[in-house]
């Protein structure tokens, strides 16, 4: 069988700063959410890496590492030891996971006879079989982000601006990403923390069963509906990749639904990326 590249769509949202990341270089495929320090300027500024960001640092070394064509498990790994080195050039603690930039992921590795899937947080995939079942990883993130944006909602109400709402959320953000990153207990995400590959996740599928499959970060999706894996599945399943503009119609439901709650959110609109890969 052959693995064709059909869709890929990237779209920044209302973010300013750019640090999504979308790869297409078979025989791996795949997108990366990064994502900076906490921060909240003035009063706690973000952490550069030159004229990048965190979040943009950590894509560019997954991005070395990945269109190297080295294996996908060793491109991850030797782009966590580059991530890490990057954050103590800064003079960072790797123990801190509050003071690290780092990235959620969902990549695959197209094989002869299989497809590996390795993938974190709420970056997802979703496969497709030639029968038309369809199935998709579930959001490791999940229960912490909820708990995160009941949080964030409240202060919403009570400040009624984003500034002061991060500047009362930031210490908790802090304390949150201590606690989980790339704990047992907690969720895994690559910030160059040498524990961070142990806690992975992965999938292996047969080739010769497969119709399609979709990779994409958490803002091609609404979040309030990542809850429902069933429902959202076959949601997505019925528009992908069917057409020209499939992954086009996903989104424009995306931002509909993000768009009724950005009063009480964090964001306006977030950076929203996805690839759709056939097998023919």
């Known amino acids: 069988m052959k693995a064709v590249v059909e869709q890929a769509l990237y779209s920044r949202g209302s973010a300013s700063i750019l640090e999504d990341g979308i790869f297409q270089n078979l025989p791996i495929v795949g997108v990366c959410d990064g994502f900076s320090a906490p921060y909240v300027e003035p009063e706690h500024p973000m952490i550069m890496y030159g004229d990048k960001s965190g979040g943009q640092k950590v894509r560019d070394c997954i991005a070395a590492h990945i269109n190297l064509r080295s294996g996908l498990s ?14 103590q050039k800064q003079g960072l603690s790797l123990e801190d996971a509050s003071s690290l930039a780092g990235a959620t992921f969902a990549f695959a590795e197209i094989k002869e006879e299989c497809v590996e899937i390795i993938y974190t947080g709420d970056c997802y995939a979703l496969w497709i079989y030639k029968s038309g079942k369809a199935e998709m990883t579930l959001n490791p993130f999940w229960q912490y982000e909820k708990s995160l944006r009941v949080i964030i909602k409240e202060l919403m109400q009570k400040y009624h601006n984003r500034h002061d709402m991060w500047l009362e959320f930031y210490p908790t953000l802090c304390q949150s990403r201590k606690i989980n990153s790339n704990k047992p207990e907690g969720y895994a995400v690559l910030n160059g923390q040498p524990a961070a590959c142990k806690y992975f996740k992965s999938i292996t599928l047969s080739i010769s069963q497969l119709y399609a499959l979709l990779l994409f970060t958490d803002g091609f999706v609404p979040f309030s509906l990542t809850e429902n894996i069933c429902l959202l599945t076959e949601r997505i399943a019925t528009q992908c990749p069917l057409g020209e503009k499939s992954l086009q119609n996903i989104l424009n439901w995306t931002r509909y639904i993000q ?6 959110s964090h964001e306006n609109f977030p950076e929203a990326s996805a690839i759709a890969v056939r097998f023919i």
Do not use: M
Request: aromatic share 4%.
């Open 259 to 264: 768009g009724l709650e950005t009063t009480e």
């Open 74 to 87: 060793e491109a991850l790994f030797a782009a966590n030891k580059s991530i890490a080195a990057a954050h």
